[in-house]
């Protein structure tokens, strides 16, 4: 399978240096159906962005800073989606909104490649993804105040109590997110896990950096840019509620 990213091992002096903090996914396969193996050989850059690799292959060379406006060719307002899964929402919102720029931000290879090909069977011009880790991404590889809107849709619930460390939303994961929200910019989040819904209020409102966009705690109605996806429909037919947030950076 091609990579578009370098397969380098660290070297021994960059151990040293290798994620101490837990990552908020686990490693899953890899593997292509034919569609998304076509649609992956023949991207060529056009929509999965080059990067300096640091220790691993989803880890972004912390010198490396995303130039925004080059990357698309003009000068937009910027969404970012953590954890883009399929690619279902942010084609959609991309195709929708052409006069805006999106960036999805992935670490599963199968999920970015059908990405690409949904991205490629409308044309989209307006789209770019990059397979990281997204706490690297929001630390270092996007300019401070780049991001209108930050997306997190359904991040794992790590429902365990012992797995609550790997969830992804965490006092840390604010102050990132406040890191590259510009002013007034939204920062969107969904979760269909009660428990992980009291705890996204909890340390964003924690945070004088945010308010909330409309009620006090933070809650809103499922806004026209985020479309119904698949897996939403498994955790409907489950019957669990799905709670949407908003916050605003102030």
């Not at 380098?8 to 908020?24: A, I």
């Not at 970015?112 to 929001?138: F, P, S, Y």
């Not at 102050?175 to 996204?200: C, E, I, N, S």
């Not at 909890?202 to 308010?211: L, S």
Request: charge should be positive; proline fraction near 8%; glycine fraction near 6%.
């Amino acid at each position: 399978m091609p990579e578009h990213a370098p397969a380098t091992p660290p070297r021994p002096d960059d151990l040293s240096r290798f994620r101490t903090q837990p990552v908020s996914f686990m490693r899953r396969s890899g593997r292509l159906n034919p569609r998304q193996q076509r649609a992956w050989d023949a991207d060529d850059g056009r929509y999965l962005l080059e990067v300096p690799r640091h220790i691993a292959r989803t880890s972004v060379d912390p010198a490396h800073v995303l130039d925004v406006a080059a990357t698309y060719g003009r000068s937009a307002p910027l969404v970012v989606e953590i954890g883009s899964g399929q690619g279902e929402a942010v084609v959609a919102a991309a195709a929708a909104a052409p006069e805006r720029d999106f960036l999805a931000v992935e670490v599963y290879t199968p999920g970015l490649a059908q990405t690409v090909l949904r991205a490629a069977q409308r044309d989209l011009g307006n789209l770019r993804l990059l397979q990281a880790n997204a706490a690297e991404v929001l630390a270092t590889t996007l300019p401070p105040a780049s991001v209108d809107e930050l997306w997190v849709f359904f991040p794992d619930p790590w429902h365990k109590a012992r797995h609550h460390k790997r969830r992804l939303v965490t006092p840390e994961f604010v102050g990132l997110a406040a890191r590259v929200l510009a002013p007034g910019g939204t920062w969107r989040l969904a979760t269909d896990w009660a428990h992980y819904a009291d705890q996204m209020r909890a340390v964003v409102e924690a945070d004088d950096r945010f308010a909330p966009v409309a009620r006090d705690d933070g809650v809103v109605a499922r806004f026209d840019g985020r479309v119904r996806t698949s897996f939403e429909n498994k955790a409907h037919d489950a019957g669990r509620t799905i709670t949407d947030l908003a916050y605003r950076r102030r």
